[in-house]
């Protein structure tokens, strides 16, 4: 994916995330196997003055169910 893609990608969930009424500081979760799509949900979260927090997907049920 290009450069101006991804940051267009970051930009809309810098704005999706207050719209859904996120506020800066809250933390919020990322649930995700390794791909290009995590940096952009995790950027996109820390543009919008949020915490991500990354959840590592080969984690037992129990263990994530735990975290959250």
Known sequence: MAF???T?????????????GLARGDA?????ANRTEFLAAYFGIMRAG???VP????????TIQFML
């Open 4 to 6: 101006s893609s991804r």
């Open 8 to 20: 267009s990608t970051v930009r809309r969930l810098s704005t999706f995330c207050p719209a859904h």
């Open 28 to 32: 919020v979760a990322i649930l995700s």
């Open 50 to 52: 949020m915490v991500a």
């Open 55 to 62: 959840v590592n997907h080969n984690f037992p049920r129990d």
